[in-house]
């Protein structure tokens, strides 16, 4: 009666340990959101002006709330200064003003010095096949007869044993 009582009282233990943790999401007491705590403020610039390749191009722009404001440039490959000056403010939109200086050139691929390379195909080397003339070497060798070819007999081994000597005197 006593094991049965155990057993009973293991097994709704064992039930009752059986339950999983439940987990829930709740949002923070103290969450405000204000558009004035949201502000974003910053201001970067930067400019790559390398001779050798004939890179040069920047960036420089900066944002106070919803305004932001910048501008950027690029050496084009004709010659020209593209400059690019754009503001946003709110949701007006991305305005830009696009402006060049100076005037466009396009030499020949031969006169530039770092120019996108010419591609000549390879010219191709034929020569016509010279002919060879050789016979086959003729190699004469007589047949075997049949007669002369030995069939090896081969026989089962022999015992090599003799009756046993006495070794007792």
């Known amino acids: 009666m006593d094991a049965k009582v155990l057993l009973v009282l293991g097994v709704v233990g064992c039930a009752a340990a059986d339950r999983r943790p439940t987990y829930s999401y709740n949002e923070p007491d103290s969450f405000e959101y204000s558009a004035e705590s949201s ?10 002006k390398d001779d ?3 890179n040069d191009f920047g960036h420089q722009e900066s ?5 932001t404001q910048g ?12 400059k690019v000056t754009y503001y946003v403010d709110g ?28 591609y ?3 010219r191709p080397v034929y ?17 075997e007869s049949e007669e002369s070819l030995e069939i090896p007999v081969y026989s089962s081994a022999r015992p090599i044993y ?7 005197g």
């Open 39 to 48: 502000e974003a403020k910053y201001d970067f610039r930067y400019a790559v």
């Open 91 to 118: 949701d007006s939109g991305y305005v830009a003003e696009v402006s060049y200086e100076g005037e466009a050139r396009y030499d020949s691929a031969e006169s530039r010095e770092y120019g996108r390379p010419v």
């Open 63 to 67: 944002r106070d709330g919803d305004r």
């Open 127 to 143: 020569s016509q096949p010279r002919p060879v003339y050789s016979q086959p070497r003729r190699v004469y060798s007589s047949p």
């Open 52 to 54: 050798y390749s004939g």
């Open 162 to 168: 003799g009756p046993p000597r006495p070794t007792y």
């Open 71 to 82: 501008s950027y440039y690029v050496q084009l490959p004709d010659g020209r200064l593209q």
């Open 120 to 122: 000549s195909p390879p």
